[in-house]
C-alpha cells in the first residue's frame, strides 16, 4: 500500500483535458516538492514535473501540476493518443526518511 | 546518459551487485537514486547517494534498509547496489536515476533498466 494515493486508472479522449490526483501527508506532499513521472509500459520513467509545477526542457506546456496542502494533481490538456501511458506521482518523506511514489494511475486515450 | 548492467538470474539468499555507468554530464556533482518495478507493478524507489558537493549522503527505503548498499565510484562515473540475503519479492527490473544542474538530486535521467530475477 502506498504512502501516495493516486486512481489506478482514468481516461479521456483526444484534444480534452485529464487530471490525475495524488494524495499524501503532512510528512511528504504538505511540506515537500513533488514530481510526477510518465512512463510507457516497457520503457523508463520520464520526468514530466519537479519542484511541484517545474517543467524539464522538452517536457511540452500541455502538462502542468499543482498542490494544495497535502494533495497535488497533474493536468494534462489537449489529450493526445501517446499520452497513453501510467503516471506517478513522487516525493521525499520526512517519516520514513526517503522518496515514496505513488501507486501510478494508468491513462487510456479512447 | 545512464547504462544498467549485472541484473542476473540468482537464488534466494544470494547476492549481485548491479553498475551505474553514466556519460554526458558531470556526474560527481549528481545523485543516483537506484529503483525498481515488479512485473506488472508500480514504481518502488530502493536508495541513493548524493554527490561531492552533498558529502556522498546516503539514503535508503524500507525495503533495502540493512541488505541493500549503494555507492560510486566517481573516477570511472559509474554507481553500484550491492544487494544482499536477496529474496524472491527482490525479483524487478532495477533502474537506475540521476539529475544535472539545478535538479542533480532528482531523478531526471533514466536507464533502460536490468533485470533481477530471483528463484531456486
Known amino acids: 500500500q502506498s504512502v501516495l494515493t493516486q486512481p489506478p486508472s482514468t481516461s479521456g479522449t483526444p484534444g480534452q483535458r485529464v487530471t490525475i490526483s495524488c494524495s499524501g501527508s503532512?510528512?511528504?506532499?504538505?511540506?515537500?516538492?513533488v514530481n510526477w513521472y510518465q512512463q510507457v509500459p516497457g520503457t523508463a520513467p520520464k520526468l514530466l514535473i519537479y519542484g511541484d509545477h517545474k517543467r524539464p526542457s522538452g517536457v511540452p506546456d500541455r502538462f502542468s501540476a499543482s498542490k494544495s496542502g497535502t494533495s497535488a494533481s497533474l493536468a494534462i490538456s489537449g489529450l493526445q493518443s501517446h499520452d497513453e501511458a501510467d503516471y506517478y506521482c513522487a516525493v521525499w518523506d520526512d517519516i520514513v526518511s526517503g522518496w515514496v511514489f505513488g501507486g501510478g494511475t494508468k491513462l487510456t486515450v479512447l | 546518459h545512464l547504462v544498467e548492467s549485472g541484473g542476473d538470474l540468482v537464488q534466494p539468499g544470494g547476492s549481485l551487485k548491479l553498475s551505474c555507468a553514466a556519460s554526458g554530464f558531470t556526474f560527481s556533482d549528481s545523485a543516483v537514486h537506484w529503483v525498481r518495478q515488479a512485473s506488472g507493478k508500480g514504481l518502488e524507489w530502493i536508495g541513493r547517494i548524493r554527490g561531492k558537493p552533498d558529502n556522498y549522503a546516503t539514503a535508503y527505503g524500507v525495503s533495502a534498509k540493512g541488505r541493500f548498499s549503494i555507492s560510486r565510484d566517481d573516477s570511472k562515473n559509474t554507481a553500484f547496489l550491492q544487494m544482499n540475503s536477496l529474496k524472491t519479492e527482490d525479483t524487478a527490473v532495477y533502474f537506475c536515476?540521476?539529475?544535472?544542474?539545478?535538479?542533480?538530486?532528482?531523478?531526471?535521467?533514466w536507464g533502460q533498466g536490468t533485470t533481477v530475477t530471483v528463484s531456486s
Open positions: 503532512a510528512s511528504n506532499i504538505a511540506i515537500r516538492a
Open positions: 536515476s540521476s539529475g544535472q544542474g539545478a535538479i542533480r538530486n532528482h531523478m531526471e535521467v
